[in-house]
């Protein structure tokens, strides 16, 4: 049974930093690519950043580009999104989600098989 298991959210003045992370067990956890998302109150859930397997090819929606930094442990089964310079509109809950298939960087949500229960991450202005 697959589990992904994010933590690190909070509260946070604009311009302040966070680091999530998520844990994930029940997979093949190195053939896979993960992604983080993001959902804002009557939003949609959109796309932050993609990493590929070995972790060494990244992909991040243009309004997080510099800001936000996606990595993994391939030891430790874990994916990390570091966020700096954050901004209210940076408010929502974040989840870290497994590609269902194997490879590269993964961009459309549908192609997203599992999913973390999601952290808030509040930034205040």
């Known amino acids: 049974q697959v589990h992904l298991v994010e933590s690190g959210g909070g509260l946070v003045q604009a311009g302040g930093s966070l680091r999530l992370s998520c844990a994930a067990s029940g997979l093949s956890f190195s053939y896979i690519p993960m992604g983080w998302f993001r959902q804002a109150p009557g939003k949609e859930r959109e796309f932050i950043a993609s990493?590929?397997?070995?972790?060494?090819?990244?992909y991040y929606a243009d309004h997080v580009k510099g800001r936000f930094t996606i990595s993994r442990d391939n030891g430790k089964n874990t994916v990390t999104l570091q966020m700096n310079s954050l901004k209210p509109d940076d408010t929502a809950v974040y989840y870290c989600?497994?590609?269902?298939?194997?490879?590269?960087?993964?961009?459309?949500?549908?192609?997203?098989?599992?999913w973390g229960q999601g952290t808030q991450v509040t930034v205040s202005s």
């Open positions: 990493i590929n397997r070995n972790g060494d090819s990244v």
């Open positions: 989600a497994s590609a269902g298939v194997r490879g590269g960087v993964v961009v459309g949500l549908n192609e997203y098989k599992f």
